[in-house]
């Protein structure tokens, strides 16, 4: 079962114990879902992968919102959006962990043969696609620079 259909069959779920919140998360996953499917250049088709890179964005929109709700003191729409990232988080991998983000990086950098900075580039280019979903971009850049200076 693909990641649509998937989200689907969970609103049923979601409808049924009237769950709210998750119910509302998963109507707008399902909403940018189909907007991606009929965006100008697809065809038609959602591939796990163009789902995935929905959800991370939709996940980071909902935190930094729920940053920006608690600086303005206002801590039930914070709570709304951080419970609406939760629920969005479920359908995406595993968050690498610092150590396996060094190791998997370790292996890039080794593949492009990367020796100095001026290569992050590259190595950034693969590493992006290979641990999308995995890794926050900024997290892979910071620990890129930090290996090839060495």
Do not use: H
């Not at 996953?29 to 959602?46: H, Q, R, V």
């Not at 929905?54 to 608690?70: D, N, P």
């Amino acid at each position: 079962m693909n990641l649509f259909d998937q989200v689907s069959e969970d609103i049923k779920a979601a409808m049924r114990a009237k769950d709210k919140v998750r119910l509302e998360a998963l109507r707008g996953i399902k909403k940018e879902f189909l907007e991606a499917k009929t965006a100008p250049g697809s065809n038609g088709d959602l591939t796990d992968e163009a789902a995935m890179k929905v959800l991370v964005r939709m996940a980071k929109q909902r935190r930094e919102s729920a940053k920006i709700y608690t600086e303005q003191s206002r801590p039930e729409l914070a709570d709304t959006e951080l419970a609406e990232a939760a629920v969005i988080e479920e359908y995406l991998p595993q968050p690498l962990t610092d150590e396996q983000l060094t190791a998997e990086l370790k292996k890039i950098i080794a593949e492009v043969g990367a020796t100095s900075p001026a290569q992050m580039g590259m190595v950034m280019g693969r590493a992006t696609k290979a641990l999308a979903g995995r890794a926050d971009g900024r997290a892979i850049s910071a620990r890129v620079k930090e290996l090839l200076a060495q």
